[in-house]
């Protein structure tokens, strides 16, 4: 059974840089393949694609936010750390990490972590 | 990035009824669609993925269409857990966009 659990603070000041874990179990991002995603919801808004790691430590970021993210791994610890630079009110959001299933173009992500609810105030 | 654009954004609907929700992309994605269902508090689950596989332990009353740029997903007969939030998704490029959202609530 996969299950993946996200980490950090609950609230972090404009300017401050934001580092959300990711701490997974049953799977290896060591497998050919596997990845792991960070997706983010603003209150009552749609999601947002933020970055991807995979097996190789090949990384993906979206463009928008590529300037200010950073997504790393440590497969001994089976953990995936993001981390966002000079975080502002509109980045107040419930951030998610998912595992990544699929191969190449089909692709997926299931499941999902619970989120966290970072808000950005001073 | 790809845009996706989900029709209608809302949806009201009783249960029993057949609904369509569709999803566009801004160019050619081949059959690289996902869809999720969010509940109000949880994260997303997926149903179906490769445009119209459906995720094990999905109900077969949701089935997916499409391939190119038009999209749809289908719920057959709706049942009272199925009033949700619905999310399109490509994996043909990254970012992996999403679309807006439609949100299905009962009439």
């Known amino acids: 059974q996969i299950t993946l659990k996200e980490s950090g603070p609950t609230l972090v000041k404009p300017t401050q840089t934001l580092t959300l874990t990711c701490t997974f179990s049953?799977?290896?991002?060591?497998?050919?393949?596997?990845?792991v995603g960070w997706i983010r919801q603003p209150p009552g808004k749609a999601l947002e694609w933020l970055a991807l790691?995979?097996?190789?430590?090949?990384?993906r970021y979206s463009p928008s936010l590529k300037s200010r993210v950073t997504i790393s791994k440590d497969t001994s610890k089976n953990q995936v750390v993001l981390t966002m630079t000079n975080m502002d009110p509109v980045d107040t959001a419930t951030y998610y990490c998912?595992?990544?299933?699929?191969?190449?173009?089909?692709?997926?992500?299931?499941?999902w972590g619970q989120g966290t609810l970072v808000t950005v105030s001073s | 990035d790809i845009q996706m654009t989900q029709s209608p954004s809302s949806l009201s609907a009783s249960v029993g009824d057949r609904v369509t929700i569709t999803c566009r992309a801004s160019?050619?994605?081949?059959?690289?669609l996902n869809w999720y269902q969010q509940k109000p508090g949880k994260a997303p689950r997926l149903l179906i993925y490769?445009?119209?596989s459906l995720q094990g332990g999905v109900s077969s009353r949701f089935s997916g269409s499409g391939s190119g740029t038009d999209f749809a997903l289908t719920i057959s007969s709706l049942q009272p857990e199925d009033f949700a939030t619905y999310y399109c998704?490509?994996?043909?490029?990254?970012?992996?966009?999403f679309g807006q959202g439609t949100k299905l609530e009962i009439k």
């Open positions: 490769a445009s119209s």
């Open positions: 160019q050619s994605i081949s059959s690289h």
């Open positions: 049953g799977f290896s991002l060591s497998t050919t393949e596997v990845g």
């Open positions: 998704q490509q994996t043909y490029s990254t970012p992996n966009t």
């Open positions: 998912a595992h990544k299933g699929g191969s190449g173009f089909i692709s997926w992500f299931d499941p």
């Open positions: 790691i995979y097996w190789d430590d090949d990384k």
